[in-house]
T-cell receptor, first 115, second 114 residues
Framework: EAGVAQSPRYKIIEKRQSVAFWCNPISGHATLYWYQQILGQGPKLLIQ????????DSQLPKDRFSAERLKGVDSTLKIQPAKLEDSAVYLC?????????????FGPGTRLTVL | AQKITQTQPGMFVQEKEAVTLDCTYDTSDPSYGLFWYKQPSSGEMIFLIY??????QNATEGRYSLNFQKARKSANLVISASQLGDSAMYFC???????????FGTGTSLTVIP
């Protein structure tokens, strides 16, 4: 089966510009996660979707970050406007269901550099 | 609040030797899951092993085993017979039972020396 797809793989922008990332989870996976991984740190959860509803967005900087998952499949994460500290790898992951202890499958990530 | 702690920023191990990567956690959830992921320099996160909080036996997956000590709230990863390809970042993670949220530690960088 195809894995989690993300695009673009790399993005360089200047501060105050806008950027959007796309994620296509594994087919049939109900749960989708967006993580931010700053260099040298572990992934930090930004937002979690269950189908097309938000389960947790408590760590999403809502003044500049937004995410949606229309139709409960693909998802986009947007940053507007970007700051220097947003430079990180943005990881998307999906999971089959809501049963406990399912494995998350990660995409390759999008490496964002804000200049 | 959930918390994962990895106190070893970097570890070195001789090829073919065993190595233990430490992980402690803190949670008030009665049931939870513990995971280890490997992240090579290429960036992808690779699932290694899982331990459920109610599992009686320590999890094993090939050369990976998880030394689970519930009372001490530790879930250390043991890699036996290290290989050069094991050089990577290793992350411990926990899933709570309230909404499938995952919490990751800060990671341990493992270098296998020939």
């Amino acid at each position: 089966e195809a894995g989690v797809a993300q695009s673009p793989r790399y993005k360089i922008i200047e501060k105050r510009q806008s950027v959007a990332f796309w994620c296509n989870p594994i087919s049939g996976h109900a749960t989708l996660y967006w993580y931010q991984q700053i260099l040298g740190q572990g992934p930090k959860l930004l937002i979690q979707f269950q189908n097309n509803g938000v389960v947790d967005d408590s760590q999403l900087p809502k003044d500049r970050f937004s995410a949606e998952r229309l139709k409960g499949v693909d998802s986009t994460l947007k940053i507007q406007p970007a700051k220097l500290e947003d430079s990180a790898v943005y990881l998307c992951a999906s999971m089959a269901g809501r049963e406990l202890y399912n494995e998350q499958f990660f995409g390759p990530g999008t490496r964002l550099t804000v200049l | 609040a959930q918390k994962i702690t990895q106190t070893q920023p970097g570890m070195f191990v001789q090829e073919k030797e065993a190595v233990t990567l430490d992980c402690t956690y803190d949670t008030s959830d009665p049931s939870y899951g513990l995971f280890w992921y490997k992240q090579p320099s290429s960036g992808e996160m690779i699932f290694l092993i899982y331990q459920g909080s109610y599992d009686q036996q320590n999890a094993t997956e090939g050369r990976y085993s998880l030394n689970f000590q519930k009372a001490r709230k530790s879930a250390n990863l043991v890699i036996s017979a290290s290989q050069l390809g094991d050089s990577a970042m290793y992350f411990c993670a926990m899933e709570g039972n309230t909404g499938n949220q995952f919490y990751f530690g800060t990671g341990t960088s493992l270098t296998v020396i020939p």
